[in-house]
């Protein structure tokens, strides 16, 4: 084995391209891979911690409803009637000044009653978090016994350069409790004291909640509920687990396009291992000769794969690391403007991490190195020297018509996820079969075509489709890779065009007002001699009954919305689908619209019923009349007149202003810049909220977009440079040209226009496949994971900006390589011929 | 057509310098052919760049086709291989990926020439007529040695350079090669340089010159018998 591996190790001294080729590839993979771990296992940590501060086994809350307030005498009235499981919390939005910076920070406060916490937990076993009782209860002493503190998780006091021992001042002067930095595994990404001193510090006896700790049961829950004032009412937390279900499909995302980059990384390290064992089978042939056996050959060639594997794990897995990092500013913001969830990063588990990485790059490389390896087996195999391979071409074309009918099938028969991410495979596969036949069909067929007195072009044409046989693994990287680009270019246009459009045309108000306190709002305007029109909008969540469930947290919570009627709003008004006569039935109080999320997630359709229940009055039936598109919203909703809010307790949501001038709208903005409600309402203007609407969009595809970007840059430098390879190991070729008359830039003028004809060819192929794979994403993909769906989009400029950039990617790679490779002297590259 | 004179060609390895070849002078009219011979090292294959205008010599003038090939750009000297000179290889050399008729026709095609009867002619009398689609690969050695001369004549160049054009062929194939090489160079009137180590080969020339550690044992008008040095 020893000399074997020693020849493996000199061999690389003219392999080097080769080697990097392989090394570049793994490392991508596994940085593309890790980074993606990492965001996904940071976001899982954070989603626990933030929901549940300190504390598990919270499962609900009890709030006040719209206009009202939870005070400190109901807390106490509730204890009084035995519910002795209530911890009062208080959260609140602050800017501080930063003490070394001076510059003004908003961060989120937390105030807990710590007391009752500790009480609870020494009575009743309460779990605090994954620290012991005893430990947290210390930390939490300090909290709420002189001298005061406030404690912050150490990566958010880093993250936000704060020390122990600072005293933060609010802005508005008054000082936070003195800041110790501790490691309690609860803390998110706030600052977190004693409720006590929280209200002191904003001089307000406020609370904003009451967790209900310890287990609860149907009959707990129904013995709380009946007990609670009129005020307030009890609701299921937003988990963990919920804000893990709501992003889960932002993380499938993510997922999935490190996956289809590590694919493309594997069809890379296949194609440098295919040009790797290309250039050691004559070394490898004459030992054969000598007597090794196949069997040693393929355990130096497996050895060699585990030890390229080791020193490529960890760097991947560190460049991933440093990725995640990057991107998580970014990723923080698309989460918390998209679903209204924070994320932070916790310590990474390096060394699982790496082994992670080290499985992946052995399971990748092991499967990439199946294909060259079987070559290699034919080739090894002395005996048999007339081994044949089936060099058929019509072969890929059955394929290409095998797998497309499979991913079909898959495709329209897809009940999840599983189903749909197969047919997306198999329609790729069936493109690369299709690629390997079409590629050295089309330009044969173009050799045929071109005039025989353009010999160059002829030559060019003939040479392609030997390149293009050699290169076919590089070429189906690349065409992997721009069938995702085209895909995910093609998506994300129909999206953001059929967000605009539904923005646009839902968005009819001049200004949208929401506020805790609409009545405070409501006698101020009345106030105010502004002319304009205002629309309330009322909403409450009711349980849906279309699917019978055994158990009460398992209900579908319904959110129902109030809609105007009047033809401006009806105009407003995107369908999916509607009956004819959809506004007469609606504003009858008959019908009900649902929005694409319930009706998907549900399998209901136009002209079925809808039933659920509003707390505890009578259940309701409503026939469903229009299915609107509602994008970006998680929940399942459906739209009643106004009017049908009046005979329950309904909040109101928005107010929509239509003013009658922009003057009039500036007079409003201006008062209610200057009165003292100002800091009870949030006002925002319709463009406004359009631009912060299509902000958040972009961002939310940021870091796909960059994934794909990378893939495709490492598949065009994968596709370029084993052409440049093979190019090189077919210098006689081009030496022969060159003795010929066929001058330097000529040479390299016609290895541009080869390179440019493939990346062309390989557009050309990836192009339906591209549409077909963003019909899948809208159709299957979408659908399954955020149960909305909306028209495809076909921009031609779009198409040509991808094929532009496919072409210029690879001219830009060869370009530095063929220009070196056009100074070498002539004399150097005849001697290949033996002259 | 080839006028050679006060030749010299020097590499340097390190600090010493070696001389490829050493105050080279020869002449050579047109329509004669050439056989060169020499041991390993001696130069021949310095002597076939410098005259296929692939290098260029240190010293002294070479002039082909009344041409001087010292003086000449890059792009001169791509044209000047382009219309001027055809080369027969050891190895054939063939474009792999072009058919018989393809590879023959090729170097007129570059020139712009018309093809016709001229190239049929050529394709039958190297008797290739039934291999004109056939890929190189399909072909024997002695074919593929006869189409790569059949390219070399194709656009009718002043001067013919062959570097050990029987290297490869078994005795039968050679001297079936050799003929029609040297047979239709004569019948088309060109100039032939073959540099060779086979008398056999050198038998067939007008003119047999002997180079030893980069001199001339013998000028053109002092024929070697051609015996190793």
């Known amino acids: 084995m020893a000399p074997l591996l020693k020849l493996i190790w000199a061999s690389y001294q003219h392999n080097t391209l080769r080697l990097a080729l392989v090394f570049i590839a793994l490392v991508t993979a596994c940085a593309g891979l890790s980074a993606v771990l990492v965001i996904n296992s940071a976001a899982k940590n954070s989603y626990a911690s933030a929901s549940q501060p300190f504390l598990q086994q919270v499962e609900q809350r009890i709030i006040a409803r719209s206009g009202h307030a939870l005070s400190k005498e109901d807390f106490a009235s509730l204890r009084r009637l035995g519910f002795s499981q209530l911890i009062p919390v208080l959260r609140t939005s602050q800017h501080i000044v930063h003490p070394i910076t001076g510059g003004s920070l908003q961060i989120s406060l937390l105030g807990i009653d710590t007391f009752s916490v500790i009480n609870y937990s020494a009575s009743n076993g309460l779990k605090l978090e994954q620290n012991s009782s005893e430990a947290v209860s210390d930390e939490l002493g300090q909290l709420w016994r002189p001298p005061y503190a406030s404690v912050i998780h150490p990566d958010f006091a880093t993250e936000l350069n704060l020390i122990s021992g600072q005293i933060l001042p609010l802005e508005n002067t008054p000082l936070l409790p003195k800041l110790t930095v501790t490691k309690i595994n609860g803390l998110g990404r706030e600052i977190v004291m004693d409720i006590g001193q929280l209200q002191q510090v904003l001089g307000t006896d406020k609370i904003s909640e009451l967790l209900v700790v310890g287990e609860t049961n149907d009959v707990s829950t129904s013995e709380l509920r009946t007990a609670l004032p009129d005020h307030l009412r009890l609701e299921n937390i937003n988990t963990g687990e919920q804000a893990q279900q709501l992003t889960g499909s932002f993380h499938l995302n993510l997922l999935a396009m490190a996956c289809l980059m590590f694919v493309v990384c594997m069809f890379v390290v296949m194609n440098a291992l295919h040009l790797l064992i290309m250039k050691r089978w004559q070394n490898l042939r004459i030992l054969r000769q000598l007597g090794v056996s196949r069997k040693q050959i393929y355990w130096a060639q497996g050895a060699e794969l585990v030890f390229i594997s080791l020193l490529c794990a960890p760097l991947g897995a560190i460049s991933g690391i440093f990725l995640a990092q990057l991107a998580s500013p970014q990723v923080s913001l698309t989460l918390q403007s998209l679903f209204d969830v924070r994320i932070s990063y916790t310590q990474v588990a390096y060394v699982t991490l790496i082994a992670q990485c080290f499985a992946a790059c052995i399971l990748g490389a092991f499967s990439a190195a199946i294909l060259p390896m079987w070559q290699l087996n034919s080739k090894l195999a002395l005996r048999n020297l007339n081994v044949t391979v089936n060099t058929s071409h019509r072969s890929w074309l059955y394929a290409c018509i095998v797998l497309g009918c499979v991913a079909l099938g898959l495709g329209f028969y897809s009940i999840n996820m599983l189903m749909s991410f197969s047919a997306i495979a198999m329609s790729i596969f069936a493109g690369c079969s299709l690629l390997i036949y079409a590629l050295p069909k089309s330009l044969n067929t173009l050799f045929h075509c071109l005039p025989e007195q353009w010999v160059l072009f002829r030559w060019l044409a003939a040479d392609g489709v030997r390149l293009s046989q050699k290169s076919k693994i590089a070429c189906c990287a690349f065409f992997i890779a721009l069938t995702s680009n085209i895909g995910m270019n093609l998506m994300v246009d129909s999206f953001r065009q059929a967000t605009q459009q539904w923005l646009g045309q839902r968005l009819v108000a001049d200004q949208y007002i929401s506020t805790q306190s609409p009545k405070v709002f409501t006698q101020w305007l009345a106030t105010q001699d502004i002319d304009m029109q205002v629309i309330e909008r009322k909403g409450l969540d009711a349980v849906l009954l279309n699917k019978p469930v055994s158990k009460p947290q398992h209900r579908t919570t319904l959110e129902l919305r109030s809609y105007p009627s009047s033809n401006l709003y009806q105009e407003a008004m995107l369908f999916a689908d509607q009956q004819e006569d959809v506004w007469q039935i609606f504003t009858s109080g008959q019908g009900v619209l649902v929005n694409q999320q319930l009706a998907l997630r549900h399998g209901l359709t136009l002209g079925e019923t809808l039933s659920f229940q509003v707390e505890s009055a009578q259940p309701e039936t409503k026939q469903i009349v229009g299915i609107y598109y509602d994008y970006g919203n998680q929940s399942a909703q459906a739209l009643l007149p106004l009017e049908h809010f009046a005979k329950y307790n309904a909040n109101t949501t928005l107010f929509a202003l239509h003013f009658v001038s922009k003057q009039q709208q500036n007079l409003f903005v201006n008062q209610l810049a200057s009165a003292s409600i100002s800091n009870q309402v949030r006002s925002i203007q319709t463009h406004e909220l359009m631009a912060l609407s299509m902000q958040t969009f972009e961002r939310t595809f940021v870091i796909t977009d960059g994934l794909n970007i990378v893939t495709l840059l490492v598949a065009a430098l994968s596709l370029a440079t084993s052409v440049l390879m093979i190019d090189m190991d077919n210098r006689p070729q081009r030496a022969l040209l060159r003795s010929m008359g066929v001058g330097n830039y000529q040479m390299t003028g016609l290895s541009l226009i080869q390179y440019t004809l493939l990346s062309l060819l390989a557009f050309l192929v990836a192009l339906p496949f591209g549409i077909g794979l963003t019909w899948l994403l809208i159709n299957l993909i979408n659908v399954q994971a955020f149960s909305w769906s909306y028209p495809i989009l076909i921009t031609p400029s779009k198409l040509f900006s991808a094929g532009v950039m496919s072409v210029m990617l690879i001219v830009i790679v060869v370009a530095l390589p063929l220009y070196r490779l056009s100074r070498r002297k002539l004399v150097e590259d005849i001697k290949c011929l033996s002259f | ?229």
């Open chain 2, 1 to 229: 057509m080839i006028e050679v004179s006060g030749l010299v060609k020097q590499i340097t390895d390190g600090y010493s310098h070696k001389c490829i070849l050493d105050k080279l002078d020869f002449h050579l009219g047109e329509q004669q052919s050439v056989a060169i011979g020499g041991d390993s090292g001696s130069g021949k294959s310095t002597l076939l760049h410098i005259l296929a205008a692939l290098d260029n010599a240190d010293k002294g003038v070479v002039k082909v086709a009344g041409l001087t090939l010292n003086s000449m750009s890059e792009t001169q000297a791509d044209q000047f291989r382009k219309k001027h000179l055809g080369i027969v290889f050891q190895q054939f050399n063939l474009i792999d990926c072009l058919s018989v008729w393809d590879n023959i026709t090729f170097p007129a095609r570059l020139n712009g020439l018309s093809i016709g009867t001229y190239h049929n002619d050529l394709l039958e009398q190297l008797g290739l007529s039934s291999h004109k689609h056939k890929l190189p690969v399909n072909l024997s050695g002695g074919e593929q040695q006869r189409v790569a001369i059949a390219r070399a004549l194709s656009h009718q160049p002043s001067l013919v350079l062959a570097d050990e054009p029987t290297g490869n062929l078994d005795d039968n194939n050679s001297q079936n090669v050799s003929e029609l090489l040297f047979g239709l160079c004569k019948k088309l009137g060109l100039t032939l340089v073959v540099v060779t180590h086979s008398p056999k080969v050198a038998a067939f020339a007008d003119t047999r010159l002997l180079l030893q550690q980069g001199r001339l044992l013998n000028t053109p008008n002092q024929t070697s018998n051609f015996v190793s040095a």
